[in-house]
């Protein structure tokens, strides 16, 4: 298994600007949301890459995972030191093939990064939202893409594609819009997510919660302690205990013996420190509760009844489904259940499950394994699609 | 994969007694740690099942897990509703037989149930020793130990047993005193942790430490949350993905819909805030940071230049190696390691991967299968020893 990280290729997209999307201003305008709450006035920050067609038949919508944005790929300044979240697959003959296709990313409904979520202004108190932000779902994240995709004059997506939670809305398109979705490229994911995972999610939004400077999510300052150990929390979950073997061990941080005391004395205990203060710096911890509560609720046969079959009856695009043996958080036997009830639905499925050593992190790690089959699959879609 | 949870059978010990051995009171007698620091005025908490014989040779000391105390089975009152944590295991005809054997079990040192810990009184201050209490290692919990074997006049043990952190000590005994040990039975454990357990435990003692109400170890009450998000994470690592899909599934705790809030909506997030709660009531968060800091320090390499071959030169003693197939915190390659390492040794090996769904709880809900396996060896040393 491939375990040592590969240095990724240079940025191929250049400088790229971010966008926003205006939607909801009049009452018969407003997003309808599951929890039977409507949203107004709601900005979606999207971002695109290479050229629509005349047809607008080339378009692929790319979904980020809980804590990315719509930045998926170049700098937005000269100065950027790193490149958008997927850089790797795209750009000319890439995967995202940006001389081909018109890749469009967008920040989700709920984030902090552009669209609307919790710290966005309230337009009816002129305060920020913070908890009274409804408690959004994932389909309610599709249904603002939509308008987005709408706005754009695309009738059909080329493909959706996405990895971990991202994959969800990927999953979702096509059950709430199968008119509108060409294929699906379904990666690390899951059509809900278990006990152990809501769990995981239930701890991380615990810690928020009890950190005294959260103040029932009015707070100006982030909840900097218990941000950091949810995030640790997660962290732990992205890797794999080889990954984190290979790249830690038991190593100690800087002395050669036990220093007998409660600081980071390990390797991996001062990595998880930096991983859990840096996402105090870039993503709101409001935010972190609600996209992990819809990442909880996330159901696909929830509106048909409970049953599968019932929720991808109209679903009859192609689909590539990728797993990784390693990945501990979305085990393949989610990905190999998914590609088993659609090809018994008659779909056209590949489902391929990476020999990768780096846990559920290897959907951003294993670019080339995957870049081969996305290249390959988004070939055979584009063929039919724009000929 | 049995999931189905079996009723235990009755208790069979009756009323039991705990006894307080002291130690360390006069400088010589005083306890020398890792850490380079001596503790005196020790006091070890143990309860024993069966008779001693003439000649002190069956003898089994049984090792507890993290949260574990010395009350292995049977009641402290006739109204104890819960008899000891390891009962099923212990009486006449099971394979701790009281009938045949003299069972021991011992709170470790650093603990909070009778055994001197944190919370116990600093002789030097008259006040709890909490964060002044030094940093101790799993091998001067095991000197600790020593120090009571002797004081029942004890030679040689005729096994030492244990499950998770107990199996730790299991195997610390024979490397620090060869001599005193006649078999051991390690289970569910490893001879060192690795990276992602580290991780855990990180997570875990941050967030008591986030807690305010911590105080740097000076609370009079516990710190509530922090140590109930500790204990919720640590039993997520218990259990195992399909144990935990069995028992909660997505089940939600009372509504048959989403209550789009952040209180407990699923059971499993019910039943872990439980767990979380009712651990505050019985455990002492400072213990808690100094045995989990002991887990991660563990590795009984360490006095013999990392050499493990070193460290096992002296042990000659058969073992009964077990793990169980869905352990994910104690997998089963650490138990096969130890077992290869032994072969290689020259030991007298057993080694068993018990097919089970359970996940670590597996080496307290699998009594039945470990049971036989523990039964049949401990009855080939007792042929040997006691004859």
Known sequence: MATEKKTPPPSAVG???SQDFHFGDSPEDVLQLDCGRTLRSVTIRYETYGKLNAEKTNAILVEH????????AGYHTENDRKPGWWDAVVGPGRPFDTDKYFIICSNILGGCSGSTGPSSIDPDTGEPYRMNFPVIT???????????????????????????????????WPILYPETVGSVIS??????????????????REAIMADPGWKNGNYTEQPQKGLAIARMLAHITYLSDESMSNKFGRALQSSTDYSFNFNSDFRVESYLNYQGNSFVERFDANSYLYITRAIDYFDVSLDHDGDYKKAFQHVKCPYLIVSFSSDWLFPEYHSRGLAKMLVENGNDVTFCNIQSGYG?????????????LMTGFLSNISQEVIG
Chains 1, 2 share one sequence.
Do not use: C, P
């Open 187 to 204: 990666i690390a994911t899951a059509i809900q997510i278990t006990a152990q995972s809501i769990a995981f999610n239930w701890v991380g």
């Open 360 to 372: 559920h992190d290897a959907f951003l790690l294993e670019y080339e394994t995957l870049g081969k």
């Open 15 to 17: 400088i790229v600007q």
């Open 138 to 172: 994932i389909a309610d994240m599709v249904r603002a893409q939509k308008r987005l995709i709408d706005h754009l004059g695309i009738k059909k997506l080329m493909a959706v594609v996405g990895g971990s939670m991202g994959g969800m809305l990927a999953n979702q």
């Open 65 to 72: 995972a809980l804590t990315g944005d719509a930045h998926l």
